[in-house]
């Protein structure tokens, strides 16, 4: 069959979307593409801090300088290529195309990448800085696509902005309070060093970050007293921001990447009845996924990409004409893998759920490899299009 040129380029472009952007675990493809990034980036770095030695500059000057270049070529060629997919984003779907890049060029992803080319832009506008070199090394944030600790750990910061900001404003208090307090007691004593709130102000930041006051030592019982507490506040207000990142960091793990079991996947009816070699595949291929109550996990009229069993908690399934709720042991989104049709209704999360996703292609695997698993989905899929309410 003819397939014709928007369909082609439609195609491709969904296929490089998936090797950029979807990071499916055995795209081989995909996992190249990354590798052959991160080495990139990697490489790139230790070539700006090569490039800073003289002895370095001189012998490999010109090799380092062009293998550079290649680097912001590659990056500008990613950088390109990952706004050209854009609109095949789930979450940008039903945006007009140029909709969906602009919004896609604001995330912050895509924002590092550009980062990762403007030193290229300010070495052409400044040639002779020693500065604009080292831009570059803002090229290593690119390596946070990969690493999804880095998110989890922007996303902690995002979650306990205010508990960090009160931190914030605790030390800057105990800081000006310190500060203030030593220019009363020992400002005239010791005029050179004690003399103004500037110089109070860097002796208490030092004696809060235990780095000491240097040469400046208090010369009063007073001064002595207030430098001892200063010391011992110095130590809460440090620990206190640590301790609310690192519980964060703790329940957001918890959060998003529970651990599949094979308790859990035994549980789902539809597996029940497997023999154990095919539920620890199964363990391996599905997907943890948690989520907060009132989450939209697909919308009518989406493409389907995935089709989820629901470990705990319970989704609200609804168009106009139906509002069904299915709980734990249920599955959904398996209409439209089925029939290649759009999503026949939107999915919210009543609860909060702890899901197991089944990508597409696993999907239409399993069904190959399990005569019984396709004939009871394709059964409850019939009977879902009849505008029967049911689970799974
Ligand atoms: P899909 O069309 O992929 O996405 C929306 C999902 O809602 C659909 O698959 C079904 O899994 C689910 N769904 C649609 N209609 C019903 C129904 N009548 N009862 C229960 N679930 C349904």
Not at 259 to 269: E, G, L, N, Q
């Amino acid at each position: 069959m003819d397939i014709s040129k928007p369909e082609r380029i439609a195609t491709a472009r969904q296929r490089m979307f998936e090797i950029l952007e979807h990071g499916r675990r055995r795209d081989f493809a995909s996992r190249i593409i990354d590798g052959f990034l991160v080495v990139l980036v990697v490489t790139n770095v230790a070539v700006v801090i090569a490039q800073s030695v003289p002895e370095v500059a001189a012998e490999y000057g010109t090799s380092l300088y062009l293998f550079d270049r290649l680097c912001v070529i590659v990056f500008a060629i990613e950088y390109a290529a990952r706004i050209w997919v854009a609109p095949e984003h789930p979450m940008l779907r039903g945006n007009s195309p140029l909709m969906a890049r602009l919004r896609f060029a604001g995330t912050p992803l895509m924002i590092i990448d550009a980062l990762a080319l403007v030193p290229w832009l300010l070495e052409l506008l400044f040639p002779q800085s020693t500065l604009v070199p080292l831009t570059r090394l803002v090229r290593l944030l690119k390596l946070a696509r990969y690493s999804p600790a880095i998110a989890t750990i922007g996303r902690v910061i995002v979650s306990e902005r205010r508990a960090l900001m009160a931190c914030v404003i605790i030390l800057s208090g105990v800081l000006l309070t310190a500060a203030a307090l030593m220019l009363a007691i020992e400002g005239h004593k010791q005029p050179g060093r004690l003399g103004d709130m500037s110089k109070t102000m860097w002796w208490a930041a030092a004696m809060l970050a235990k780095i000491g006051g240097g040469e400046t030592e208090p010369v009063t019982a007073l001064g002595r007293i207030v430098s001892a507490i200063t010391v011992m506040l110095g130590i809460f207000c440090f620990a206190l921001p640590v301790a609310i990142i690192g519980r964060g960091f703790y329940e957001e793990i918890r959060r998003r990447d529970f651990v599949i079991t094979f308790a859990m996947v035994a549980r789902v009816p539809l597996f029940s009845k497997l023999d154990a070699s095919a539920i620890a595949d199964l363990v391996s291929i599905l997907r943890a996924r948690t989520v907060t109550p009132g989450t939209t996990l697909m919308r009518q009229g989406d493409r389907g990409d995935a089709m989820y069993f629901i470990a705990s908690g319970s989704v609200e399934v609804s168009s106009p004409t139906l509002s069904v709720h299915l709980s734990e042991g249920d599955f959904f989104g398996e209409m439209a893998l089925l029939s290649k049709e759009p999503r026949a209704a939107t999915v919210t999360a009543e609860t909060s759920a702890d899901l197991l996703v089944l990508e597409v292609d696993d999907f239409l695997r399993l069904l190959d490899r399990l005569p019984a698993f396709k004939a009871h989905i394709e059964q409850v899929a019939i009977e879902r299009q009849h505008g029967k309410l049911k689970g799974s």
